[in-house]
């Protein structure tokens, strides 16, 4: 066994004081004692390839991430530094960003929590993302006046998120909900896809000396056609490939990402044209709440998704081959439990 950093390495800048209530003592959260063959296995993963979970803060992951059962509010607020050691877990995706855009300080306290090689997946606000301004409860109440709008893009994302997280800014997701069926059809469709790509347009190729990674994640499958392949690449944007219940299968969207990245002369022989960018949220048949119920605690795997693991294992490869970096980004709600997804999506890596 490997042990974790123990709570008197201040990993949190605010170590322990013996004598101290229990309730302060709890704000520091300590990694899991994990077996070697993970360690070693973190040593066998290249470099390049960043794997991970949508967020962090879940109490279930005891042994598998954290010491013990901490608090959802205790892991939100203290378990990044502790899930940032885990030799697998070098990347996490920061979803609180879509509801609210989130200020440079936000972005900068994340990052200081982390090493040099960790990279954060960020969701753009749905002030941009979403085609729709929603009531509490999700229900559209009117068209949202900055959907798909550049500058609100760079004011409210793009700019804080690469400024705060600097060297750790890994792909800028602007992912779109689902759109109105009015979006999406006949000759509407095509003006949806060229309306991302005025958007995309609009974006700074480089912020503080280092060109941010776009990608774009559909949840309307119809859209997912050769012109939107095409805008994409004339853009330099990635298709985010989304494993998700709405969405078709990984090894079709795959298909998607030959088409884009592959030219005529290559035939098998594909390389990525940028980096491989994955989003596996849901699995196939579920909604949100039916996954969620299944799944939780969200300790184990519960429906391993094999045909999924073995096309993004496919994909990492491609990316490697292509000297490119990967970011797989998973949801509990993908097999059950995403850290353990994560390392069995790793272990077909390597092996």
Same mark, same amino acid.
């Given at each position: 066994m490997?042990?974790?950093a123990?709570?008197?390495?201040?990993?949190?800048?605010?170590?322990?004081?013996p004598?101290?209530?229990?309730?302060?003592?709890?704000?520091?959260?300590?990694?899991?004692?994990?077996?070697?063959?993970?360690?070693?296995?973190?040593?066998q993963?290249?470099?390049?390839?960043?794997?991970g979970?949508?967020?962090?803060?879940?109490?279930?992951w005891?042994?598998?991430?954290?010491?013990?059962q901490?608090t959802?509010?205790q892991?939100?607020r203290h378990?990044?530094?502790?899930?940032?050691q885990?030799?697998?877990? %070098?990347? +996490?995706?920061?979803? #609180?960003?879509?509801?609210?855009? @989130?200020?440079i &300080?936000?972005? !900068? *306290?994340?990052?200081s929590?982390?090493?040099?090689?960790?990279?954060?997946?960020?969701?753009?606000?749905s002030l941009?993302?979403?085609?729709?301004?929603?009531?509490?409860?999700?229900?559209?109440?009117?068209?949202?006046?900055?959907?798909?709008?550049?500058?609100?893009?760079?004011?409210?994302?793009?700019?804080?998120?690469?400024?705060?997280?600097?060297?750790?800014?890994?792909?800028?997701?602007?992912?779109?909900?689902?759109?109105?069926?009015?979006?999406?059809?006949?000759d509407?469709?095509a003006?949806t896809i060229?309306?991302?790509?005025?958007?995309?347009?609009?974006?700074?190729?480089e912020?503080?000396?280092?060109?941010?990674?776009y990608a774009?994640?559909?949840?309307?499958?119809?859209?997912?056609?050769? %012109?939107? +392949?095409?805008?994409l #690449?004339?853009?330099?944007?990635r @298709?985010?490939? &989304?494993i998700? !219940? *709405?969405m078709p299968?990984?090894?079709?969207?795959?298909?998607?990402?030959?088409?884009?990245d592959?030219?005529?002369?290559?035939g098998?022989?594909?390389?990525?044209?940028?980096?491989?960018?994955?989003?596996?949220?849901?699995a196939?048949?579920?909604?949100y709440?039916?996954?969620?119920?299944?799944?939780?605690?969200f300790?184990?795997?519960?429906?391993?998704?094999?045909?999924?693991?073995?096309?993004?294992a496919?994909?990492?490869?491609?990316?490697?081959?292509?000297?490119?970096?990967?970011?797989?980004?998973?949801n509990?709600?993908?097999?059950?439990?995403?850290?353990?997804?994560?390392?069995?999506?790793?272990?077909?890596?390597?092996?």
């Amino acid at each position: 066994m490997s042990p974790p950093a123990s709570a008197s390495d201040s990993l949190f800048g605010d170590d322990p004081v013996p004598g101290t209530p229990p309730s302060s003592q709890a704000a520091v959260v300590a990694p899991a004692w994990l077996d070697e063959s993970l360690f070693k296995l973190g040593r066998q993963l290249p470099a390049s390839v960043h794997l991970g979970t949508s967020s962090w803060s879940f109490p279930g992951w005891q042994d598998i991430v954290y010491s013990r059962q901490y608090t959802e509010a205790q892991l939100a607020r203290h378990g990044l530094a502790a899930y940032s050691q885990h030799p697998v877990l %070098r990347t +996490v995706g920061i979803d #609180r960003s879509f509801y609210q855009p @989130l200020a440079i &300080a936000e972005y !900068a *306290r994340y990052a200081s929590q982390v090493p040099d090689e960790f990279r954060f997946l960020v969701k753009a606000p749905s002030l941009v993302s979403d085609a729709v301004v929603r009531r509490e409860r999700g229900a559209p109440a009117e068209d949202n006046p900055h959907f798909l709008d550049a500058a609100a893009a760079i004011d409210h994302f793009v700019g804080p998120a690469m400024e705060g997280l600097g060297i750790h800014a890994g792909p800028l997701v602007f992912q779109l909900p689902p759109l109105p069926r009015e979006w999406t059809q006949g000759d509407a469709r095509a003006a949806t896809i060229e309306r991302i790509g005025t958007m995309l347009a609009g974006l700074p190729r480089e912020v503080n000396g280092r060109a941010p990674i776009y990608a774009v994640e559909l949840r309307n499958p119809e859209l997912l056609t050769p %012109r939107c +392949v095409r805008m994409l #690449r004339e853009h330099g944007a990635r @298709l985010c490939v &989304a494993i998700h !219940a *709405r969405m078709p299968p990984a090894a079709r969207q795959s298909a998607a990402l030959h088409a884009m990245d592959a030219a005529e002369d290559e035939g098998d022989d594909w390389r990525l044209k940028g980096p491989l960018v994955v989003r596996w949220s849901l699995a196939s048949g579920f909604r949100y709440d039916d996954a969620k119920s299944r799944y939780a605690p969200f300790d184990r795997l519960v429906d391993p998704d094999i045909p999924s693991r073995g096309t993004l294992a496919h994909l990492i490869h491609v990316a490697l081959k292509s000297g490119q970096p990967s970011f797989v980004i998973v949801n509990n709600k993908a097999e059950g439990c995403a850290p353990l997804s994560a390392i069995e999506l790793a272990r077909a890596v390597v092996g």
